[in-house]
């Protein structure tokens, strides 16, 4: 079984202000995107950035045999969402999009502005196999990209840079507190009797504190002498898949040129054990072929073929 996630980047039917221009373009999309997910062939993908729920319907459509769409409610100011696109039924356990106590609102603005929401909803389901019974969360965090007042997307100067910068932390680091709460929920005080899988768009790197944050207790990660000695730390850990990605593997996106894993996925004791690979991209295929993507205005790549991201995913058996 493969489970993923991916970056859909700006899934909207054709027209709008963030869709493609005419059918052509929006047809190679889902054309590019159908391609690699019939060749990943996943169970359970994660997705992200779908600006209009019609449109994975179609995607799905594209693929063969039958496919289950399951989407948050709660989309952002420019309509996107997350969601599961699955090959095997799922049933929703929580589609959530606020903060929690004791956690306070955050400031998001230089107006001192603030929200006690996260920008995309976090979504929960489970999922039922004769083999396997897991709960998967799927995720969207704040991205690192930055706007400013009157629809820019550059700074009048570095200090409001920084400012935006960490508004843009604090949301994220909140985002990320809510979707830990939820896996301490979902784990149920023992994760090697409850299974959890948590897929998502990060939007920062493997040690970033705000991907840190999603751990659970200290130690234990793969590839450190703590990993082969299970304590007591197992039943509430998170484990990050990052390190069995093969190492010229290990990327989801290509900002400026450079190669970095923002996409995860991470998983509970239990179904560690199970996880036999782990990789970016649709087996066969290389994420070298990622376009470099720069900070700026979201809809130039309206009419782009594919994602800017590469799926992540890991393949599990009994």
Same mark, same amino acid.
């Given at each position: 079984?493969?489970?993923?996630?991916?970056?859909?980047?700006?899934?909207?039917?054709?027209?709008?202000?963030?869709?493609?221009?005419?059918?052509?373009?929006?047809?190679?999309?889902?054309?590019?995107?159908?391609?690699?997910?019939?060749?990943?062939?996943?169970?359970?993908?994660?997705?992200?950035?779908?600006?209009?729920?019609?449109?994975?319907?179609?995607?799905?459509?594209?693929?063969? =045999?039958?496919?289950? /769409?399951?989407?948050?409610?709660?989309?952002?100011?420019?309509?996107?969402?997350?969601?599961?696109?699955?090959?095997?039924?799922?049933?929703?356990?929580?589609?959530?999009?606020?903060?929690?106590?004791?956690?306070?609102?955050?400031?998001?603005?230089?107006?001192?502005?603030?929200?006690?929401?996260?920008?995309?909803?976090?979504?929960?389901?489970? /999922?039922?196999?004769?083999?396997?019974?897991?709960?998967?969360? /799927?995720?969207?965090?704040?991205?690192?990209?930055?706007?400013?007042?009157?629809?820019?997307?550059?700074?009048?100067?570095?200090?409001?840079?920084? @400012?935006?910068?960490?508004?843009?932390?604090?949301?994220?680091?909140?985002?990320?507190?809510?979707?830990?709460?939820?896996?301490?929920?979902?784990? @149920?005080?023992?994760?090697?009797?409850?299974?959890?899988?948590?897929?998502?768009?990060?939007?920062?790197?493997?040690?970033?504190?705000?991907?840190?944050?999603?751990?659970?207790?200290?130690?234990?990660?793969?590839?450190?002498?703590?990993?082969?000695?299970?304590?007591?730390?197992?039943?509430?850990?998170?484990?990050?898949?990052?390190?069995?990605?093969?190492?010229?593997?290990?990327?989801?996106?290509?900002?400026?040129?450079?190669?970095?894993?923002?996409?995860?996925?991470?998983?509970?004791? =239990?179904?560690?054990?199970?996880?036999?690979?782990?990789?970016?991209?649709?087996?066969?295929?290389?994420?070298?072929?990622?376009?470099?993507?720069?900070?700026?205005?979201?809809?130039?790549?309206?009419?782009?073929?594919?994602?800017?991201?590469?799926?992540?995913?890991?393949?599990?058996?009994?």
């Amino acid at each position: 079984m493969i489970i993923g996630t991916w970056n859909l980047e700006n899934l909207y039917r054709p027209g709008g202000r963030f869709g493609p221009k005419d059918k052509a373009a929006y047809e190679a999309k889902l054309a590019s995107l159908a391609a690699t997910i019939g060749a990943l062939r996943p169970s359970v993908l994660g997705v992200q950035e779908v600006g209009d729920p019609a449109a994975l319907e179609d995607l799905a459509g594209l693929l063969e =045999g039958t496919w289950h /769409v399951t989407l948050s409610r709660h989309a952002d100011d420019r309509g996107i969402r997350v969601g599961f696109l699955s090959s095997l039924p799922v049933s929703v356990v929580t589609d959530q999009n606020c903060l929690l106590d004791p956690m306070r609102p955050v400031q998001i603005d230089d107006t001192g502005r603030t929200t006690a929401r996260t920008g995309r909803g976090i979504l929960a389901v489970t /999922v039922s196999t004769r083999a396997f019974f897991f709960d998967a969360v /799927v995720c969207h965090l704040k991205s690192k990209l930055l706007s400013y007042p009157g629809g820019r997307f550059q700074p009048r100067d570095e200090g409001e840079r920084a @400012r935006f910068g960490a508004y843009a932390l604090y949301r994220r680091t909140a985002e990320a507190t809510v979707v830990r709460a939820l896996a301490d929920r979902l784990l @149920r005080g023992d994760g090697r009797d409850h299974d959890v899988a948590v897929l998502g768009d990060l939007n920062d790197e493997v040690g970033a504190a705000t991907t840190q944050l999603l751990l659970g207790p200290p130690g234990s990660e793969i590839g450190t002498p703590g990993f082969d000695h299970p304590d007591k730390g197992d039943a509430t850990r998170l484990w990050n898949v990052a390190p069995l990605i093969p190492q010229d593997q290990r990327f989801s996106r290509i900002h400026a040129g450079r190669r970095e894993l923002i996409d995860h996925v991470l998983v509970s004791r =239990g179904l560690l054990d199970h996880v036999r690979a782990a990789g970016t991209g649709a087996e066969g295929a290389s994420a070298a072929a990622l376009p470099s993507v720069a900070d700026g205005d979201p809809a130039v790549r309206r009419d782009a073929a594919g994602s800017d991201h590469a799926p992540v995913w890991i393949r599990i058996q009994p």
